[in-house]
Structures are given as C-alpha cells and as structure tokens.
C-alpha cells in the first residue's frame, strides 16, 4: 500500500473510535433514563456494551483468516452500526414504555431485573460486536508482511483511541449542546456511512488477500507457538488485569474529578476525554520506538511498574490539586477560567501514568506476536482479554470495593494485582534478583501510600473564580485549618460522595448544624438544636401539596435528601409514603444524625427504597399516587437534569390521581432567566394548573403543577396553620396563620405561559436547561433570576385559592399584614396593596388599614391622607401615633404637635415617645423638656409600651439640647437593635465629635457614609417606581428627601 492509502484508512480508523465513543455516551445516557441511573444499573448496561466490543473483537480476530477483503467487511460494518443506530436510539428512549409493556411481577424482583438487562443485550450487542470487529480486521490489512509490526499496532490503537478522545470530548461540548441527542445520534450515522462508501472505493484498488489455513485452538493459550514461555502466556493474561486496573483507576479518578471538573455534560465529557488522551498518546509514542527495543518483556515489565508509582504519585497530586487551582486563579485573576485552570492540571497529573498503561496493551500484543499471520487472533484475542479485564473493574469497583472498602483500596487492590502479574513474569522470566526486588519494592510503596482524600475537592466545589476583590485569604480560606470545614462524616457511595460538615466561617451557631452534601454541592443542612423543625423550602415542598389534595391516600417522594419531606408526611394520615432514594449512602447519613435511631423509618405507612426514582414512576408498576414530590434541585448536574425535563414531567403526570398534586423543588443557585423560563414554561406545558411559591431573596422555589383545577381552602390552611405540630415544624415560613403561607406564592400558570411564550421547552433530547446550566456553573456568573420571579408577581391568588367575592377586602388585608416583615418585596407588597384598595373601596372601615400599609413602603403623602381621614371618624390611639409616624417621616413637626393637641385625650405611652421626637425636631422646647423628664422617670413603663424607640427619642431630644453625653448613651443603646438607623448614627457620631470624642465617631463614621449613600439610592429607587405606577406627588417626595438627604 502507498502511503496516502494508509493515511486514508488510518483516517477512518479515527473517525471509527470517535463514533464509536459518541454512540456509546449518547446510548448510554438515553438507556440511563429506561433502566435507571444507579450504579448498578449504569455499572451493568456499560458492562453490556464492553461485552459486545470483546465479542466483537474475538469473533472478527478468529475468523479473520476466511476474510479476503477486510477493508470492505470493515466498511460494511460501520455502515451497519449507522444503519442500526438510525433506529435503536428511538428505542432505547422508550425503553420503560417496553418495560412497562412486559407482564412482569414485581418490576423489581430478580426476574425483573434479569428480563431489564436481557432486553439491553439484545438491543446493544449488535452494534458493539460490529464495532468490536474493527480492529482485528485492519490489523490484517496493515500486518500482512509483518514488517514493523509494533508500530503498525501502537498506531492503529493509538489513532482509535485519539478519535475516541475527540469523540468524548465534543459529544460534551459541541454535539449535545449544538445539536442534541437525536440529531447527533443521526450525524454519526452519517459519518458511519461515509465510512463505508470511502472502504468500498479503497477496497477496489487494494488487491483480495489470501485465505490462510484454519488452525485449531484448545485454548487462548494455543494462540501462542509451542515454543512460548510462560512470561508470554502470563503477558496474555495480563492483558486482562491491565483492563482492570486502568478501568479501576478510572472509576476512582471519575469520582474525585467529577467533584473537581464538575458532575455535569461538560465537566464528565472532560474527565474521559483526559483520560483517553493519555492511552492514545501512550499508544501512539510507543509506536515510534517499540521495534527498535530488543527486549520487549523488560519494557513491559519497566512500564508496568512506573506505570503503577506514576498512578500513586498522581492520587497524592490530585489531593492538592483544589489548593493549587485557587492560588492560580487568584494571581491569573479573572484572565483565564477555572474550568481551563483545572483541565490543565488534570491533563498534567493524569498524562503519564495513562499513557504509561495505554502503552502497555499494544506493547503486550507485539510481544504475543510471532508469526505475523495470527496477529489479527491474537489481537482479537488480547483485546477481548483486557476488555474482560475492564468489564469486571467496571463493576467490582464501582459496586462493590468502593461502597466496601472506599476509593483508596480499591484504587490498591487494582495495582497490586499488576505488580502480582509482573511479579511472576520477572521470576519466570529473569534469574536476576534485582527486577524481583523492583517488584517487591512497588508491592511495599502500594501499601503504605497515600490514598485519595475527598476533603480538600468538597471544600472547593462552589468556588468558581477569584473576584477583583477577593484577597489571597478570601480564597484560601476554604482550606484553612482553623475555622475551615469540619467534616463529621464522609461516605463513598455508589452514585457519589456524601458528607456530613460545619462550617465555621458561615455560621455563628456553627457547631448546631451539619451540611449534607453530595459531590460537595448543599443537598440540606440539619439543626441539631432543633431536629425536628423542618428547613423553610423542604417544609413548603411537602406541605403545600398536601394542603392542596383532596383527601389524599398516598404520597411517591422522589429522593430522601435530609429527610424532612418524609418526616412531614409520614407524621400525616396518609396510608402510604412510598421514598425512593438513588443513593444509600444518604441513608447512611441520616443514620448518622439520628445517632442509629431514625424514627421515620419506623413509621408504618414508610416505604423505603433504594432505585432510580424516575424509571421506577416510568415503569409505571407502583401508581397512581395522590402527591407526587420531586425532592432533587440541582437541575444541572448529569441524571438529576432529567428530573426537569418535558418527558419527565409526562411521566409524572400519568402516575398521579386525578386529583393529584406534583410539587416540585427548583434551586435558582447557578440559573439565569433564560433556564428558569425554560423550566417553568415546560412544566406548565405539562400541567395544566398550578402556580409557583417563592419569596424575595430567596434562591430555591417550589413549582405545583395539577391535572385538574383544585384550589387550596382557606378554611383548611386555618386548621392546618393552627395544628401544634404542623406549626412547629413550619416555624422557618412561619406558618402563624394561611396568610404567611400564602405569601410565598408569585404567579400562577396562566401569566407564567404568557411570561415565557417565546422560551424552548427543556427534553430528554436538546438538554436545553443542563447544557446552558453548565455553562453558568464555569462562568461563575449571577443574573438573579429570582429577580424576575418578584418583578412578575402577580397577586392572582384566585387561581390558588378559593375566595367570594365579599371576602376579598379581609383576605387582602391580612395578606398584607402578613407581609409587613417583607417590605423589601417592594412590588408584591405593591400589587397586594393595590388589590387592596381596588376590593376596599370607599369603605371607611379599611382607611387606617391603607394608612398603615401606605407609610410602611414610604408612601407617605398617601399614608397621610388615609389616616387623617381615618382619625376623624375613629378616634384610637393606634391611628393617632401611624398619623405622627408619617408626619416625622415627613418632616412635618408643626402638623404632629396641632395633631397631638387636638388629640390628648386618646395618647398612650407611644404617642408621648413620638410626641417627644417631634417637639425636639421641632424645638418645643417646653413640651419636650415635660415629655423627657416623665419619659426618663418612668423609663420602665414607657418601654413595656415603645420598645427600642425609647431611646431614639430621648437620644434625639438630647442631642437637640446639647446634652451630648445623655444623647450617646441612648443612641448607643439604640443602635444595639437598631445598627441601621441613619438618623440615629448621624447624631451620635456628632454627639461623639461634640465632646471631642473624635476616635469614637470614627468606628462609626464609615459604616454611616456607606449607609447615607444606599439609602440616597433606595429614595431614588422608590421614587422612580411610584412616577411609574402613577403615584407622582408620594414620588416627589421621595425624590426631595433624596435630593436633600440628610437622615437628622
């Protein structure tokens, strides 16, 4: 063959790896989705698909003597695998519709499972076969004279694997995100038959070779001459253990660079790309020198052993690769990303010891190679061997020794039965002492290494980027010795890491709590003080949907997490709360916490179990539930992101009652409005009623979505609200009445399809959300989606609730007084007032309320007018002293004096405190200097009755009569409870200054300027969204009070 003819197939040998590797990860992501995304179930279906390539492989090396044209069958069977693929992807998304099809009892008894995987074989075993067969049948086209024989292999491995290198990395990267998974599927089936027809031109210029005669085989030892030694036949057995071991280190490595790269389509398209990257380089240098060595066992055996304290070394560097990267990031500055930082790294640390083992199964294959007309078997056959070989590391390792024995052992065991292999080659084939002693030696160091530490990488899994601001400590500090992460447990599970931590530098309280975290992402936090409280989001999460249902029965709950969604229902009447957990080392957690004592899972109607919960509601063999809960809201991370999508949802909805309520939890943690659009416009494609609860500041929100239009009782939210349990375990919300829970809600589903009209639906094919979700993760960026949650309230509680229309003045008005607590939601506090208004009418009775509501949001022209109509009708004290809150407000200290006068006989203790402020203000010299001296003489009364306020007033009053010292110690103690009050600070940094106290002043000084100028902003804030709701004579107050701010 000519040169431009080997480059030509070389060429198509790449493109056979790179399609090859994106079938295997589009297949296997869709297959995830049917037959469930635990470990064992991931474990077993990529064990199917390492079958098919060993078969394929055997088969293909022996036969491959009958084969005249191997080019030509070569490219029939590309065009067979994209022929195949055409269909099969179809397939396998609607694998659980053929499951549930299938007259199974049980659908998770044995038979069950074994039937699962039956039909996988089925499904996968053609085209892996297919696949399989390449190698053996172009080693016979490029073997075929024997020459150079070694770099003929390293090659053809090399260049395979280089393509499946590229084929990992842009699945990930380029053709998810771009295209999606069923026109990549297509793409690569293209590819496939491009493949055939470029095979089918070559095959014609390459001549048909010779039939070689038929040698019978016992055993794969036969393979070898008479003559081999029992170095060569324990080379071929190696080759299994080198499957092993390689595939083990990559199970252990995938763990703690999946916490490190990220559990998501990019960081996982990485890690295996990485890794790749070294066997194929490993392959293709070896290929350059191999035949030029004379003895070939000892360059295994040297390879072998370096290869093993390579892997050793770089389990150690990637303890300290998180400590590494922060350095970096904070000199490198925002100049390059972490994402790059970290791929670099990694790239460093794991390229030699991978190129070492993907050096080592070419390098075995030549050494197995005599005669060059068995090279194909041979090859067939060691591949076959070391796929074996990686099929049982795959599973051992990832379901067994890890779960077992941890990451380090197994990581250990892998290694030490390679120096056992090598150890017996060297003693068979070497008299020398000292390569035994080398081996030894390895044996000893494996022992006493350092194993893998997932401390460091959990600490360091929210940090994204050093901010200009941030100093070396700021991003040091995560690994800090004192005041750094305290961790409490730590359990490799199958499907993750799980921990159990305080942290120092977060909390106050800290020793109170434990953070639950899985691949150190927060999963729920535990109060120890208070167990039994539930956390505010996970409480909502279980107790709106039961508020909602009509008499519900049953409850699926998608993921135990800290366990407060199953403690709040299984503390119900409910008959059944059926949980179903992906991962026992949560578990495992929770047994912890409740020091071996859990007592839920005691409770009766508690069904406990460990699977997939979205193939177990696809299956469709447990349902329908009353309540569906999808606990899991990191809608981002790989598998969980399937948890969010249309397909899901459908699946969600067929297995609910008629009257069934799905809630389902959203984290806005590393979101944009365009994710969060797209999340809210499929779930409301799908559910047809429904509304979404969340508050301002808040970054987590809780969807509920129903198949018919039921609505919450107002009634039974009072009942519920007034039950002593239920109220104790809401206390985050707190659930004090129906109004402080009804206050959660933003916007039903009606305004959020209008909202988001133009958004793309979020599938199991485009990965629309995990894709753009993935993006932010590396970018480190913020856009407060939450923000627009807020900004689109729209205070349509008709379509949640169910109220008359004579009820609407009361319910507003107690909604509102809900609120009072969250002025800061400016615009929800806003429409509800407005909603208000508009049912109140002219309404007499409501005017002291509107007052009320009014001055709160600093509406105080509106305020005034309210309450002074209120007080001409209803004289009482409490809407005396809201008419002089506003006046202060507004500066209006002669109106508050005419006011009082007039008013006297209906003051309390409050109004005289009031009274005292504005008369000061005012300089009433007489009147204040009366209300100061009753005030200071009864302090203890005034106080049962004016609270901190006390001591702003008589603060205030004695600053305005020069009596610095007094003024202090009132302000002083003001500003103990109250350390925002601008006027309040302002005069005691003059009352400092006035006595020459200039060091004190100073403490304050700063945190007053940064204080004036926010609060100049919010004036200009406020006042610019009263101009834009029409409410233009409350603006230019506002707007004159920021012109002219001063806060005294």
């Known amino acids: 063959m000519n040169k431009l003819m080997v480059f030509l197939i070389a060429v198509l040998f790449f493109f056979s790896g790179l399609t090859s590797l994106v079938y295997e990860t589009l297949w296997i992501r869709v297959l995830s989705l049917g037959v469930g995304s635990t470990s064992a179930s991931m474990g077993l279906v990529l064990s199917i698909f390492f079958f098919g390539l060993s078969m394929g492989s055997f088969i293909a090396g022996k036969f491959s003597y009958r084969i005249r044209r191997p080019l030509l069958t070569y490219g029939i069977l590309e065009g067979l695998i994209g022929f195949y693929s055409l269909g099969i992807i179809y397939i396998l998304f609607d694998f659980h519709k053929i499951l549930g099809f299938l007259p199974l009892e049980g659908s998770f008894s044995w038979f069950g499972v074994a039937m699962k995987f039956f039909l996988v074989f089925i499904f996968l075993s053609i085209p892996t076969i297919f696949m399989g067969a390449s190698l053996p049948l172009l080693v016979k086209i490029f073997v075929k004279n024997g020459e150079n024989l070694g770099k003929k292999l390293g090659l053809l491995y090399g260049l395979n694997t280089m393509g499946a290198v590229f084929g990992a990395f842009l ?4 053709f998810i995100p771009t295209f999606g998974i069923l026109k990549s599927n297509h793409m690569m089936a293209i590819l496939n038959f491009t493949i055939l027809i470029v095979a089918y031109i070559l095959q014609k210029k390459l001549a048909p070779m010779e039939v070689q005669p038929k040698r019978k085989r016992k055993s794969f030892f036969t393979l070898l001459p008479k003559n081999s030694s029992t170095a060569k036949k324990l080379i071929l057995v190696s080759c299994g253990i080198i499957g092993f071991t390689s595939i083990t280190a990559e199970v252990v490595w995938n763990k703690y660079l999946g916490i490190f790269l990220g559990s998501n389509i990019f960081g996982l398209g990485l890690i295996l790309s990485l890794f790749l990257l070294g066997i194929a380089l490993g392959s293709l240098i070896l290929s350059f020198f ?20 390579l892997t050793l070394t770089a389990t150690y560097l990637l303890n300290g690769a998180p400590i590494l990267v922060h350095l970096i990031s904070y000199y490198l500055g925002a100049t390059v990303s972490v994402l790059a930082i970290k791929s670099v790294i990694t790239g460093i640390i794991l390229f030699i010891p991978t190129s070492f083992f993907g050096a080592l199964l070419p390098l075995g294959t030549r050494i197995l190679v005599d005669d060059h007309h068995d090279t194909p078997e041979i090859v067939g056959t060691a591949y076959t061997i070391n796929t074996i070989g990686a099929i049982l590391g795959s599973c051992l390792s990832g379901l067994v020794f890890i779960p077992i024995f941890g990451s380090s052992f197994t990581l250990k065991f892998g290694l030490v039965l390679l120096v056992l292999i090598i150890l017996f080659i060297t003693a068979k084939k070497y008299k020398s002492p000292l390569p035994l002693s080398i081996s030894l030696l390895a044996l000893f160091v494996i022992f006493f290494a350092q194993g893998i530490d997932f401390k460091n990488i959990i600490k360091s899994a929210y940090y994204q980027r050093a901010t200009s ?28 890491i799980i921990s159990l931590s305080q942290v120092p530098y977060e909390e106050d309280d800290w020793q109170s709590y434990l953070r639950l975290k899985t691949n150190g992402l927060n999963e729920s936090f535990y109060n120890l003080e208070k167990i039994d409280e539930l956390p505010k989001y996970e409480g909502l999460l279980a107790f709106l949907p039961y508020a909602l249902a009509e008499d519900p029965k049953s409850a699926f709950i998608v993921g135990y997490g800290g366990g407060y969604s199953a403690d709040f229902l299984t503390s119900t009447d409910l008959e059944l709360v059926h949980v179903v957990e992906l991962e026992e080392g949560i578990m495992e957690a929770a047994d912890f916490v409740h020091k071996g004592n859990n007592p839920i899972l005691k409770r009766k109607n508690l069904k406990l179990e460990i699977e997939d919960a979205r193939f177990v509601l696809a299956t469709g063999k447990t349902g329908p539930y009353d309540i569906i809960i999808s606990q899991p809201s990191h809608s981002w991370l790989t598998g969980v992101a399937n948890l969010f999508t249309q397909e899901y949802f459908e699946i969600v909805k067929g297995n609910l009652t008629e009257k069934g309520v799905f809630s389902q939890w959203l984290n806005l943690y590393n979101m944009n409005q365009e994710v969060l659009k797209s999340i ?11 509304g979404i609860f969340t508050n301002l500041g808040d ?17 039974r939210l009072t009942v519920l609200s007034q039950n002593k349990k239920i109220k104790d375990q809401m206390a985050q919300i707190p659930f004090k009445s129906p109004y402080h829970l009804l206050a959660h809600f933003s916007i039903g589903r009606e305004d959020i399809l209008k909202l988001t009209h133009k958004a793309t639906l979020n599938t199991d094919v485009n990965a629309y959300a995990e894709v753009r979700q993935s993006r932010l993760f590396y970018q480190g960026s913020k856009s407060n989606p939450e923000d627009w949650i807020n900004n689109n309230f729209s205070s349509k509680f008709s379509e949640i609730l169910t109220l008359k229309k004579e009820q609407m003045p009361l319910f507003y008005r107690n909604m509102l007084e809900a609120v009072l607590g969250d002025i800061p939601n400016y615009n929800k506090f806003h429409l509800m007032l407005a909603k208000f208004k508009k049912f109140a009418g002219d309404n007499p009775d409501f005017d002291k309320d509107l007052g009320k509501f009014n001055l709160r949001i600093e509406r105080f022209v509106t305020a005034a007018k309210y309450l002074e109509k209120s007080l001409k009708y209803k004289r009482d004290p409490e809407t005396l002293n809201l008419l002089l809150e506003t006046y202060l407000a507004l500066q209006k200290y002669d109106k508050a004096a005419r006011i009082y006068s007039k008013n006297i006989k209906i003051k309390n203790a409050y109004t005289e405190c009031l009274v005292l402020e504005a008369s000061a203000k005012n300089r009433d010299w007489k009147r204040s200097a009366k209300l100061a001296a009753r005030i200071t003489k009864n302090y203890d009364n005034y106080f049962n009755d004016c609270g901190d306020y006390i001591n702003k007033a008589l603060g205030t009053y004695y600053y305005q009569v020069s009596d610095f010292e007094d003024a202090i110690s009132y302000f002083e103690s003001f500003l103990e409870i109250e350390n925002n009050d601008l006027a309040s600070m302002g005069m005691l940094i003059s009352s400092y200054i006035g006595i020459g106290r200039i060091a004190d002043s100073a403490d304050y000084m700063e945190t007053f300027r940064s204080l004036l100028q926010t609060e100049a902003d919010a004036l200009y804030n406020s006042a610019e969204f009263l101009k834009n709701v029409g409410l233009t004579e409350d603006a230019k107050t506002l707007e004159d009070r920021a012109q002219n701010y001063s806060p005294f």
């Open 680 to 690: 809210l416009k499929t779930f409301y494609t799908v559910f047809p009623h429904g």
């Open 699 to 715: 970054e987590e929100v809780i969807l509920i979505g129903t198949k018919k239009d039921i609505k919450y009782s107002l009634e």
């Open 290 to 309: 191999v035949e030029k060595v004379k003895d070939k066992i000892n360059l295994f055996i040297t390879l072998a052993i370096l290869g093993v304290g």
């Open 469 to 496: 601001d941030s100093t070396l400590e700021d991003v040091m500090k995560y690994f800090a010795e004192k005041d750094g992460e305290v961790f409490k447990l730590i359990i490799e599970g199958k499907t993750g």
């Open 171 to 174: 699945t990930g990267f380029y």
